[in-house]
């Protein structure tokens, strides 16, 4: 099914993620003949098991709801959050030319979109902080329009779906089937579905989320005419001086071709995230690499950082933090071994505390996933030091049957075998919790009285779970009293979940300039190098500032790598927004092939 592998095109892409792939689609319809090698069987990396969301402000589905604001709006927010670490030219090219790489798509590709104009920000009191419309998610996508080649994408992550069905934007379906029959009708209805996709076609075909994004990505590459490659993995980089011009590929039967690429290559394979030695570097919290938990795929293993500095880029160890944190539980899996499970979802609704080994809460729960575990790190430095750094989720019957806790799926999904695996505990009184735990006895009862004392009333003065947006979107719609975010713990048995350090995706990745082109140590540019996705450094300087950071610039990035790869100026923005930062003067020359 696949082609055979190019021995020269005009760009090279390493990887098939969102990064990969955008700069693969846009760079086909600028007129170059593309070739993408992904190392695994099958296309779409951590992109095919994300959320899809992409944060892009100024978006077309935010203006077409009257949603105007000026650029200097988001930048504001981005330069408060990002501080120090603000880097005007990759912000100001990226909200410059975000909204036409979103349009784009529309126009030329697969990709659809679902609007996040009621998205919030994560920081919604910090200044030019918006309550929605910077974002947009990947639209459902009808598998069968891929026909044959549905087999080659990622199949939603089996520890975040339900019997193989991909979740999106109706995950609450999902949460509310055993006590609303209106969910439960429209889960029943893909259960159906999958099970008639499954005799059908083998597979799952209604693909949401990130395996929507994947999969129309994947489905434009093929349109375009891009050479997609499976089982292909860039081992080296081929060099003419200290120009990059193509790289060795080792295919599926081990054997090595050189594959040449007149205009670059773009490194594009996710970033670090099981690279335990680049996690040992950059994590402070992880000595030794391991004791940090990727929800990414085992296959990013930080090849396109170390194919960079083969080549004299350099990997930028500048930034707030290198890695997307996020809190998970390890799973374990029946052949042996684990699996983090992020928890995105459970820790906004009403009922839920997370405690330290002394019992003592840390932060708001509700809050954003990265803002959860730097809190847990301060938390553990200051009072734990030395030990390892955990938290427990912990939470009442009502709780784990309505909402469920972390793979602890809710009623009518058993919990049995969760509990003989020791992933769940469970016990009839807080102080029995805690002893199970290992977690401070008095300490957690008076944290559990306090808490609930305030809870009652729906409020949470310690941390102020509930008072921003954010925290409110991640609560529960149908909760009864004030604030979605907030109920007591209530009557047992109760339950716990422990959680580690873990990310969904690393932020350090090759120093680039705002064109992508990966720099070397001399701050120029390497000729003929660019980075994407994850590979590239984050360009909101390993910071968090709003969901969708890593995959809203992977696809404007993308856009605009193509661009400076084809030789072609990139559409000048609105006027009202001020000049490009983008100059097509500022391309390095190079050689023009297959102009469209
Ligand atoms: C549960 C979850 C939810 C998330 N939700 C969101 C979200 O909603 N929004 C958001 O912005 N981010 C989200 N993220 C993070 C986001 O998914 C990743 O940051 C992003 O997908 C990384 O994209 P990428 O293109 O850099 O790499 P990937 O999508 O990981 O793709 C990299 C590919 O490169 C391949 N590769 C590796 N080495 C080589 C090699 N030597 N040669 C060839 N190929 C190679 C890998 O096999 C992989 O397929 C989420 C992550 C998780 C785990």
């Given at each position: 099914?696949?082609?055979?592998?190019?021995a020269d095109c005009d760009l090279l892409v390493a990887g098939s993620g969102a990064g990969a792939l955008s700069a693969a689609v846009v760079a086909a319809h600028l007129g170059l003949r593309?070739?993408?090698?992904?190392?695994?069987?099958?296309?779409?990396?951590?992109?095919?098991?994300?959320?899809?969301?992409?944060?892009?402000?100024?978006?077309?589905?935010?203006?077409?709801?009257?949603?105007?604001?000026?650029?200097?709006?988001?930048?504001?927010?981005?330069?408060?959050?990002?501080?120090?670490?603000?880097?005007?030219?990759?912000?100001?090219?990226?909200?410059?030319?975000?909204?036409?790489?979103?349009?784009?798509?529309?126009?030329?590709?697969?990709?659809?979109?679902?609007?996040?104009?009621?998205?919030?920000?994560?920081?919604?009191?910090?200044?030019?902080?918006?309550?929605?419309?910077?974002?947009?998610?990947?639209?459902?996508?009808?598998?069968?329009?891929?026909?044959?080649?549905?087999?080659?994408?990622?199949?939603?992550?089996?520890?975040?779906?339900?019997?193989?069905?991909?979740?999106?934007?109706?995950?609450?379906?999902?949460?509310?089937?055993?006590?609303?029959?209106?969910?439960?009708?429209?889960?029943?209805?893909?259960?159906?579905?999958?099970?008639?996709?499954?005799?059908?076609?083998?597979?799952?075909?209604?693909?949401?989320?990130?395996?929507?994004?994947?999969?129309?990505?994947?489905?434009?590459?093929?349109?375009?005419?891009?050479?997609?490659?499976?089982?292909?993995?860039?081992?080296?980089?081929l060099r003419d001086g200290n120009r990059v011009v193509g790289a060795r590929v080792r295919g599926p039967d081990g054997r090595e071709h050189d594959v040449r690429a007149r205009n670059g290559?773009?490194?594009?394979?996710?970033?670090?995230?099981?690279?335990?030695?680049?996690?040992?570097?950059?994590?402070?919290?992880?000595?030794?690499?391991?004791?940090?938990?990727?929800?990414?795929?085992?296959?990013?293993?930080?090849?396109?950082?170390?194919?960079?500095?083969?080549?004299?880029?350099?990997?930028?160890?500048?930034?707030?933090?290198?890695?997307?944190?996020?809190?998970?539980?390890?799973?374990?899996?029946?052949?042996?071994?684990?699996?983090?499970?992020?928890?995105?979802?459970?820790?906004?609704?009403?009922?839920?505390?997370?405690?330290?080994?002394?019992?003592?809460?840390?932060?708001?729960?509700?809050?954003?996933?990265?803002?959860?575990?730097?809190?847990?790190?301060?938390?553990?430095?200051?009072?734990?030091?030395?030990?390892?750094?955990?938290?427990?989720?912990?939470?009442?019957?009502?709780?784990?049957?309505?909402?469920?806790?972390?793979?602890?799926?809710?009623?009518?999904?058993?919990?049995?075998?969760?509990?003989?695996?020791?992933?769940?505990?469970?016990?009839?009184?807080?102080?029995?919790?805690?002893?199970?735990?290992?977690?401070?006895?008095?300490?957690?009862?008076?944290?559990?009285?306090?808490?609930?004392?305030?809870?009652?009333?729906?409020?949470?003065?310690?941390?102020?779970?509930?008072?921003?947006?954010?925290?409110?979107?991640?609560?529960?719609?149908?909760?009864?009293?004030?604030?979605?975010?907030?109920?007591?713990?209530?009557?047992?048995?109760?339950?716990?979940?422990?959680?580690?350090?873990?990310?969904?995706?690393?932020?350090?990745?090759?120093?680039?300039?705002?064109?992508?082109?990966?720099?070397?140590?001399?701050?120029?540019?390497?000729?003929?190098?660019?980075?994407?996705?994850?590979?590239?450094?984050?360009?909101?300087?390993?910071?968090?500032?709003?969901?969708?950071?890593?995959?809203?610039?992977?696809?404007?990035?993308?856009?605009?790598?193509?661009?400076?790869?084809?030789?072609?100026?990139?559409?000048?923005?609105?006027?009202?927004?001020?000049?490009?930062?983008?100059?097509?003067?500022?391309?390095?020359?190079?050689?023009?092939?297959?102009?469209?």
């Amino acid at each position: 099914m696949a082609p055979e592998l190019p021995a020269d095109c005009d760009l090279l892409v390493a990887g098939s993620g969102a990064g990969a792939l955008s700069a693969a689609v846009v760079a086909a319809h600028l007129g170059l003949r593309v070739a993408v090698v992904e190392k695994e069987p099958h296309f779409g990396g951590t992109t095919a098991w994300s959320g899809g969301w992409m944060f892009v402000p100024r978006n077309p589905l935010a203006r077409a709801a009257g949603i105007d604001e000026p650029v200097s709006e988001p930048r504001r927010y981005l330069q408060a959050i990002c501080g120090p670490q603000f880097r005007a030219t990759h912000i100001d090219a990226f909200l410059a030319h975000g909204p036409d790489a979103v349009q784009f798509h529309l126009d030329r590709t697969a990709l659809r979109f679902v609007d996040g104009n009621s998205v919030p920000d994560f920081h919604g009191k910090a200044p030019g902080a918006r309550n929605g419309g910077r974002s947009v998610c990947a639209a459902p996508f009808d598998g069968r329009v891929l026909g044959s080649h549905l087999a080659r994408l990622r199949p939603p992550c089996a520890l975040w779906s339900f019997l193989g069905i991909s979740i999106g934007g109706d995950l609450r379906h999902f949460l509310r089937a055993g006590r609303a029959w209106d969910s439960f009708a429209y889960v029943t209805r893909r259960v159906l579905r999958q099970a008639w996709d499954r005799l059908r076609h083998g597979r799952g075909t209604l693909r949401m989320a990130g395996n929507a994004l994947a999969a129309a990505l994947f489905k434009s590459a093929l349109d375009a005419g891009v050479s997609l490659h499976e089982r292909h993995a860039v081992v080296g980089l081929l060099r003419d001086g200290n120009r990059v011009v193509g790289a060795r590929v080792r295919g599926p039967d081990g054997r090595e071709h050189d594959v040449r690429a007149r205009n670059g290559v773009v490194l594009a394979c996710g970033g670090f995230p099981h690279d335990d030695a680049r996690k040992a570097a950059l994590y402070p919290h992880a000595p030794t690499g391991r004791e940090h938990w990727s929800a990414a795929p085992v296959a990013n293993t930080g090849d396109g950082l170390r194919l960079g500095e083969s080549a004299g880029a350099v990997v930028d160890t500048s930034l707030a933090q290198a890695g997307a944190w996020a809190p998970v539980s390890l799973v374990p899996l029946p052949g042996g071994g684990v699996q983090a499970f992020p928890h995105l979802v459970e820790r906004g609704k009403p009922g839920l505390i997370a405690v330290d080994r002394d019992g003592r809460r840390f932060v708001d729960e509700a809050g954003d996933y990265h803002g959860f575990m730097r809190a847990l790190f301060e938390r553990c430095a200051s009072a734990h030091p030395g030990q390892p750094v955990q938290a427990w989720l912990l939470c009442d019957h009502r709780f784990q049957r309505r909402f469920g806790l972390g793979h602890a799926r809710p009623h009518p999904l058993p919990v049995g075998a969760l509990l003989r695996s020791g992933y769940l505990r469970r016990a009839d009184t807080i102080e029995a919790l805690a002893a199970q735990c290992g977690i401070d006895a008095a300490g957690l009862a008076g944290t559990v009285a306090r808490y609930n004392q305030a809870a009652r009333d729906g409020r949470d003065p310690e941390y102020g779970r509930g008072d921003i947006a954010y925290d409110r979107m991640q609560g529960d719609p149908e909760h009864h009293g004030p604030n979605p975010c907030v109920a007591p713990i209530g009557p047992g048995p109760y339950y716990a979940v422990r959680v580690v350090p873990g990310s969904l995706g690393t932020f350090a990745g090759v120093k680039t300039d705002e064109h992508s082109r990966a720099l070397g140590a001399d701050g120029q540019p390497v000729p003929g190098l660019y980075a994407a996705g994850n590979d590239m450094s984050s360009v909101m300087g390993g910071h968090y500032p709003s969901g969708g950071i890593t995959l809203g610039p992977a696809l404007v990035f993308g856009y605009i790598l193509a661009h400076h790869a084809a030789g072609r100026p990139l559409p000048m923005p609105g006027v009202a927004d001020g000049a490009s930062t983008l100059s097509p003067t500022a391309a390095e020359p190079r050689p023009r092939t297959v102009p469209a």
